[in-house]
């Protein structure tokens, strides 16, 4: 089965689940404060679950040189695009809100259920331990550094609206220190490393209950992405010369720029495609729900994840082709 196939099948999938939150919206299925609690729940509880399910798999016990090598390529990413996302998002002129957004948008990808089909495909499922790698450096991020972002988007809010008084919004996102970073997200992280090195083994009844609340946070976050849609000018997603930009340096100048400038750096090439097509990877849904929860509320996030979305079809298969 082609990339291109795999890549079209994965939209497909994630955009019948927008559609379905779409439909949710319009229908008034589910209330304003109801779709916040929605986003909360996916944050607190449902993808930090996703993280603890992501090391439980048999198949963990790889070669050490080999995850040496994966965590070096792990925090090579993270750390390229935490500065394309601070460079690139001064790039765009935004508004100081937007600019948050943009931000966020760089670093946080779809590593999990984009990458994971869309590699396997092209390596085998023996790839799949070293993308859990990536996904413990985007949760240990979106929690710690994603969360200290959105709290930034928040105070401007505040600052917009009440001339810098806090209220309620405004004391959750200025709450900071250490205890700003004990949140569920981080727990799971660490839960998440320490089971994956010291192997503990856990009961198949917890290992169950894991995999399944894990396995709620794609649909619940789709569906989130589809009621804020149905929220804006449907022209709005496809009219902004801006997102249109921004998804240029995202899917195609920052992958083959990667694959240009970090080549030598890998002695395995599964290891280097998986690093490369990381960068390819559409914007993550989770980033939505983290405005929701700690910054402003409604956000560019959810027009930015359904274009970088749709174009990924095209750019995946040219990124894959150009640069592997």
Do not use: H
């Not at 963990?60 to 995850?67: A, F, H, T």
């Not at 022209?235 to 240009?260: D, E, G, H």
């Amino acid at each position: 089965m082609s990339e291109g196939f795999i890549v079209f099948q994965r939209i497909l999938v994630l955009l019948a689940m927008v559609l379905l939150g779409f439909l949710v919206g319009k229908k008034r299925w589910v209330s304003d404060s109801g779709y916040r609690q929605i986003s909360g729940l996916v944050v607190n509880i449902f993808n930090p679950m996703l993280v603890i399910t992501g090391v439980l798999s048999d198949t963990l016990k790889v070669d050490s040189g080999m995850i040496f090598e994966n965590l070096r390529g792990v925090a090579l990413y993270f750390a390229v695009m935490i500065l394309v996302g601070m460079l690139g998002s001064r790039l765009l002129f935004p508004s100081d809100r937007e600019r948050c957004q943009y931000q966020l948008m760089y670093v946080f990808s779809n590593v999990g259920f984009m990458g994971i089909p869309v590699i396997s495909g092209l390596f085998g499922m023996e790839c799949v331990i070293y993308i859990t790698f990536y996904m413990l450096g985007f949760n240990l991020l979106l929690y710690t550094y994603g969360i200290a972002v959105a709290r930034k988007d928040g105070r401007v809010e505040n600052d917009a609206t009440d001339g810098g008084k806090k209220n309620g919004k405004g004391d959750k996102s200025d709450s900071g220190g250490w205890r700003g970073l004990l949140n569920s997200g981080v727990v799971a992280c660490i839960a998440a490393i320490v089971i994956f090195v010291f192997q503990i083994p856990l009961p198949d009844a917890a290992v169950s209950f894991f995999d399944y609340m894990g396995n709620a946070t794609i649909p619940l976050s789709m569906i989130v992405i589809g009621i804020s849609i149905g929220k804006m000018p449907f022209r709005k997603i496809f009219s902004s010369a801006r997102m249109y930009f921004f998804c240029a340096v995202k899917l195609l100048v920052a992958p083959l720029a990667a694959a240009f400038l970090f080549r030598g750096l890998f002695s395995s090439e599964m290891l280097f495609g998986i690093f490369v097509l990381m960068f390819s990877m559409p914007v993550g849904s989770i980033v939505t729900m983290i405005f929701n929860e700690y910054g402003r509320g409604e956000t560019i996030c959810s027009q930015g994840i359904v274009l970088s979305t749709l174009l990924s079809l095209i750019t995946i298969p040219v990124v894959a082709a150009l640069a592997l």
